[in-house]
C-alpha cells in the first residue's frame, strides 16, 4: 500500500517535468489547428545534436567502465526486442480486421526503439539525479535490430511466393546494415566512436550538452504535433491499433524492467540502468524502423503502423513510461 | 529546329528514386530531372512540410524525355512492372518537341 | 499498355492549396501531386528562396491525371471558377497516356 | 529645450546598439547585392525562438503579476489598433491614385504588431536597463486582432456583393481564430501557458534566453535585407504608400505613448509598459498580418501594403521609434 | 471555355535562372514558373540534397505557357541560343488548353 | 634532427583535435553508406556563423591594431594567389590528359581561399596558445581574388574568340564586385564593419563565439561527408588532379610560410599570423570560388575541379597542414 503510494505521489512529481509540457503543449497546439510549424531541417538537425550529444557522453565516460558488464543486459535486449514482436502477432495480428503484415510491421516498430524516447528519458534521469552505465545507451541497436529483422523474416515466410517484384528481397544482413546506416544509429556510433578516441569534453560540455535540452524541448514540441495529426490516419484503421499502442509500451516496459532487475541482482546493473532499458523497450521507432520496414514488408500499410505509433505510442511511453518506471524504480530499488 | 520526343514522368516515393534512376542509367535515357513534391493517392498523403526525418515517404516527381519514342515506353513499363506492384506511384507520357536535339 | 487520360495542372498561390485539394477530393480526382515553387505572373514576383514565414504567398504547383477527360476538364473549370476569380493562378490541361491505368 | 537635447542625446545614445547596427548592415548588404541569404527554416527557427523566449518569460513572471492592471492598457491596446486603421483610411484612403481597399489592408498591416519589433524593443529595454510589467508583450494580440478585423470589415461593407467568389467570406471570428493560431501568436501564447504553468526557469535561462540576443541580431540582419530587396516593389506603387509607412509608426507611436502615459497616472502603469505599448503600437505585423489581409481582402494589390511595410515601417519602427520612445520616456519619467 | 497554348519548359542551372527569367520578361512571356530540383544529363550529378553552399549549381525547371505559339518558340529558341552553347540544360515544347486565356 | 622530432611529436599533438576527429568522422560515415544528412539549410547557416564570428573577432579588435603591419603580408597575400594560378597551369596544365581550362580552373580554386579551413585553423590556433594578428582573417580576399581573377584572364586569352555566346563575358571588375558579393566574403566583411563600429562585445562572446566550436566541428562532419562522396566523381576525371590537389596544399602553404617568414623579420608579422597565411594559402576555395570558375571558365568541367579540392584538397589542408605549419611554427619561431 505504501509503496504503490509512494509509486503514485514519485509519478506525479515526474509529471511537472518541462519535457511533458511541451510535449502536451504540441498536441495543444495541434489540436487547435495552430498553424505554427518547425522547419524539417531543424528538426532533422535537433535529432543529430541529440543522438551526438548522447553518443559523445557515453564515448566519453566509456574508458571507465566495465564493458563486461554489458553482456546480460545486451542479451536482454534482444530478448526484449524479439518477445515484443512475437507478442505483437499473437495478440494484435489475432483480432478481426488485422492483416498479418499490418500487425508484424506495428510490433515491428514498437519492439525497436526511439532514441528521442531515449533523450528525453535521460534529461528525466538527470533531474531525478538517477546515475547510470554510460554504456547503456549503446543497447539501443541490440533491442532495435533484432526487432526489425524478425517482424521482415516473418512477413516474409508468411508472403512466401506471393509477389514477384524484384523488391522484396531485404535479408537479414541487408536489415542490419540499413539500420546502422540510418540517421540515428549513425549519429550515435560515431559520437560514441569520436567521443572515445578524442575525448572532446570542452567541446562536449560548451555545445552539445549546453542546447540538448533545449532541443529536446522543441522536439518534444514538434512530436506532439505530429502525435496530434496523425490522429486522423489511425481513424482510418481498425481500432485494435490504437489499443495495442497504448498497452504495448507499457508491457514491453515492464518485461524490461523485469528482466533489468535480474540483471541488477546478478550482475549489478544499476537502477538507472534498468530504467533506460525499461523505457528503450517501451520506446518504438520513429526514424530507423518506419522506412526499413516499408521496405521489407512492402505490403502491410504505413498508416497503420506509423499512426499508431506516432500518435499513441509515443505519447504513452513519454508521458507514462518514462514517469512510471522512475517511480517504480524508486520504490524498488530504495537508495 | 524543333524535333518531336516523347516525355515519361514518373511520381513515385522518394525511398525508391536511387532504384529508378539507376535504372534509368542502365536502360539508355540519357537524362533525368527530380523534383520533391507531396501528393494523395490511394495510400497515405504525404507531405514534405511536416518534420519528417523519415524522408524516404515523400513524393519525387522524375521526369526523363526521349528522341525514341518506342524506347522511352519501353523504360516506362519496364519501371512500372519492376517497382509499381508493390510500392505507390503512377506513370504518364507525353509528346512533346525539344530543341538542340543532339543533346538527347 | 498505356491508356489516353488528360492531366490538368493548376499553379496557385500555397494558401488555395487545401481549398484546392479537398475540392479534388470531394470532385472524384483519384489523387493529385503537388510541388513548390516560385513564380512571376500579373501580381507579385513570388520566391521561396527569401526568407518568409508568410509561406502563404508561394507558388504550389497542383497536377492530377485523370482517365475521364471530361470529368478532369469539369473539375478544372470549377476550380478556375471558385478560386481565380479573386486569387492568382493558372490552369492548363495536356493529353497524356498513363501505364497502370487501374491505379487512376 | 534642456528636455529637448536630453532627448536627444538620449536618441543618439540608443543608435549604437549592436541591433540596430545588424539591421543597417542587412540593408547594406541587400544594397550591394550581396548573395549572402540566411536560409527560410533558420528564420522560421527563429522567430520561432523568439516568440517562445517572451512567451515563457511572461509566463515564468506573470504569477507575482497583479493581473487587474492589465484591463486599461489593454484596453487602449484595441483602441489604438482601430485608430490606426481609421487613421489610415482617412487620410491614405483619401489620396489620389489610392484604392480604398490598398489604403485598409494597408493601415490594417499598420494597425497590428510586428513580433520581431517587439523583441527588438524588449534586448533595447534590457540594455537601457528599464523593466516592465510581465504581461506587457501580453497586450500583443489586443492591438493585432482588432486592427486586422476593423480593416477587413470596412473593407467587406465596401466591396459589398462585388464579388461572388466562394473565398470572401472571412467573419470576425474566423479573423480571431486565424490570428491565434498564427505561428507568431500561437507560439508566445504556448510559451506563456507552459512558462506559467511549469516555471522551467533553468531552461528558460540556459537556453531561449541564452540565445535570444543572437538570434536577434540574425533576424534583424535579414529583415534589414528584406527592407532593401522590397524597395523595388514599394517603386512600383504610389508614393504615398511609402510616406505613410514612414510616418503612421511615429503617429501611432505618439498615440499610444498619449494613451500608456494616462494609464501610468491612473493606474500606475510603469514607464517600461509604456514603452512597450508605444512600440507595439509603432510596429507594423510581418507574420499574422499579410495573409490574414491577402486571404480577407483579396482585391488588395499586396505588393503595396507588404513592401510599404517591410520596407519602410519596419525599418522606421525599429530604427527611429525604439529609440524614440525609450528617449521620450527618459524624458517624461525622471528616474 | 479552354483556349489552345504552347507551354515550354526550360531545365537549366540555376546560376542561369535570373538571367533566362530576365529574357523571359524582355520577349515577352506573360508569365513563368520555377520550381527547383535535381537532374542528371551529360555533366555532374547534381543533387540539393547535398549541402552545398554553392545553390548555383542546382537545377531549375523554368515553364511558361503561352497562347501564341509560334512567339513562344521563338523565345525557347532564343534561350536555347544565348545560354545552352556553354552551359547545361534542356528545352522542351508541349501543346496545352488554358482556362481564363484571358489571363495570359 | 632534433628539429625533426620536434616537428614530428608537435604534428602527432595537433592530429588529436576534436576538429581533425569530426572531418574524418565525417568521412567514415559516408565510406559506410550512412544515411546521416545535415541539411542543407543548416550548413548554410553555420557558415555564416562561422564566417561572423571571425569577422566581428576581427573587427573588435582590430581598433588597437597597427594596420600599416598589413600591407607588406597583404601583397604577399596576392602574389601568393597569383604564382599558385601559374604554378598549377606549368605543371598541372601540361600533364597529359589535362585541358588547359580544367587546369586553370582547378588552379584558381586552389589559390583561392576556404573560409570553414581558415576557421579550422583560428580553433586550432586557440588551442596551442597562438596569438595572431587582428586583421589575419582579413588577407582572405588578398589572395582569393587575385587568384580567381588571374585564372580567368588567362582562360579567356586562351579560348579568345572560341565562344561566341552572350555568357562568357566576365571582366576583372566584375569578378572583384561577384567574389566580395559572395556569402562568404559579404558575412566576414560585414562582420568586421559591426565589430569594428559597434564593438559588440556581450554578443559577440555570449553568442558567437559561444558556438564556433560546436557549429565548426558539425562543419568539419559535412566537410568529411561531402570529400568522400566526391571521390567517385574524381574518379571519373584524369587522375592527376588527384594527385595536384595533394601536393598543391603543402606547396602553397610553404611557399606562404616563406614569405611569412620574410615578413616575420623585415615588420614583425607574428608566428601565429605566418601560420594564417600559409593555411589560407594551403586552403582551397568551397563558397564563392567554383560559381566563379563557372561562370568565368564555362567551358572547363566543373567535376574535375570541384571533386579534386573538395575529396582531397580540404582534407589535405585540414588534416595535414594545419597541423604541420603550426608545428613548424613551433621549430622555427622558438617561443
Ligand atoms: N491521379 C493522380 N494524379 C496525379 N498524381 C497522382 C495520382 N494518383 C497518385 N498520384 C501520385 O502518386 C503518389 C502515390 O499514389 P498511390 O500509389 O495512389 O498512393 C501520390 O502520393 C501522388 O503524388
Ligand atoms: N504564362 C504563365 N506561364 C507559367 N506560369 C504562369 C504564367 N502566368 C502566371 N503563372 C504562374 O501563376 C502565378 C500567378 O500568376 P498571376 O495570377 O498572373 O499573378 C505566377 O506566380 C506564376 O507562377
Ligand atoms: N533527357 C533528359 N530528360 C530530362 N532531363 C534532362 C535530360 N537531359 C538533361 N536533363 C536535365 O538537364 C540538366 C543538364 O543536363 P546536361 O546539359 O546534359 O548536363 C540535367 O541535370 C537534367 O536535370
Ligand atoms: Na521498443
Ligand atoms: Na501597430
Ligand atoms: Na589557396
Redesign the pocket.
Known amino acids: 500500500m505504501d509503496a504503490l503510494l509512494s509509486l503514485l505521489s514519485s509519478f506525479a512529481n515526474q509529471l511537472q517535468s518541462p519535457t511533458l509540457a511541451f510535449l502536451i503543449g504540441g498536441m495543444l497546439l495541434a489540436a487547435c489547428g495552430s498553424k505554427l510549424a518547425i522547419p524539417d531541417a531543424v528538426y532533422r538537425f535537433i535529432i543529430f545534436m541529440l543522438l551526438m550529444k548522447v553518443g559523445l557522453n557515453g564515448g566519453i565516460e566509456i574508458r571507465n567502465a566495465d564493458l563486461a558488464q554489458l553482456a546480460l543486459p545486451a542479451v536482454f535486449a534482444v530478448v526484449i526486442g524479439c518477445v515484443a514482436v512475437l507478442l505483437g502477432l499473437v495478440t494484435l495480428g489475432k483480432l478481426p480486421n488485422v492483416k498479418r503484415e499490418d500487425a508484424l510491421a506495428t510490433s515491428g516498430l514498437f519492439g525497436a526503439v526511439s532514441a528521442s524516447t531515449l533523450a528525453a528519458a535521460m534529461v528525466a534521469l538527470d533531474e531525478a539525479e538517477i546515475t547510470y552505465e554510460a554504456w547503456a545507451p549503446a543497447l539501443y541497436p541490440f533491442m532495435d535490430i533484432p526487432a526489425l529483422i524478425l517482424a521482415i523474416v516473418l512477413a516474409k515466410l508468411a508472403g512466401k511466393g506471393k509477389s514477384g517484384s524484384k523488391q522484396n528481397q531485404l535479408t537479414a544482413k541487408q536489415i542490419i546494415v540499413d539500420s546502422l546506416r540510418s540517421s540515428a544509429l549513425s549519429a550515435l556510433l560515431l559520437g560514441m566512436l569520436i567521443g572515445f578516441v578524442v575525448q572532446p569534453v570542452e567541446l562536449y560540455e560548451g555545445f552539445y550538452e549546453l542546447l540538448f535540452r533545449g532541443f529536446l524541448s522543441i522536439l518534444m514540441l514538434i512530436m506532439g504535433m505530429e502525435a496530434w495529426s496523425r490522429l486522423s490516419e489511425l481513424r482510418q484503421v481498425a481500432q485494435w491499433f490504437a489499443a495495442y499502442a497504448a498497452l504495448a509500451p507499457i508491457v514491453h516496459g515492464l518485461i524490461a524492467f523485469g528482466l533489468g532487475y535480474i540483471a541488477h541482482i546478478t550482475v549489478g546493473f544499476s537502477p538507472g540502468g534498468v530504467i533506460i532499458l525499461s523505457i528503450i523497450a517501451a520506446s518504438n521507432s520513429d526514424i530507423s524502423g518506419p522506412p526499413t520496414l516499408r521496405a521489407g514488408i512492402p505490403s502491410a500499410n504505413p498508416s497503420a503502423y506509423i499512426a499508431a505509433s506516432t500518435s499513441v505510442g509515443t505519447p504513452i511511453a513519454i508521458a507514462v513510461c518514462i514517469p512510471l518506471f522512475i517511480a517504480l524504480a524508486e520504490v524498488v530499488f530504495p537508495a | 529546329m524543333s524535333v518531336a520526343a516523347t516525355t515519361v514522368t514518373i ?3 522518394r525511398m525508391l528514386q536511387s532504384q529508378i534512376t539507376r535504372m534509368l542509367d542502365e536502360t539508355g535515357a540519357t537524362g533525368y530531372t527530380v523534383v520533391e ?10 507531405t514534405h512540410e511536416r518534420p519528417s526525418i523519415v524522408r524516404d515517404f515523400d ?1 519525387v516527381r522524375i521526369e526523363f524525355v526521349m528522341l525514341d519514342g518506342d524506347h522511352a515506353r519501353e523504360i516506362a513499363q519496364q519501371i512500372a512492372d519492376d517497382f ?1 506492384v508493390d ?4 506513370i504518364y507520357i507525353t509528346r512533346a518537341e525539344v530543341l538542340r536535339a543532339d543533346r538527347f
Open positions: 511520381i513515385a516515393e513534391g507531396s501528393g494523395k493517392g490511394h495510400h497515405l498523403t504525404r513524393i509499381f510500392y505507390s506511384g503512377i
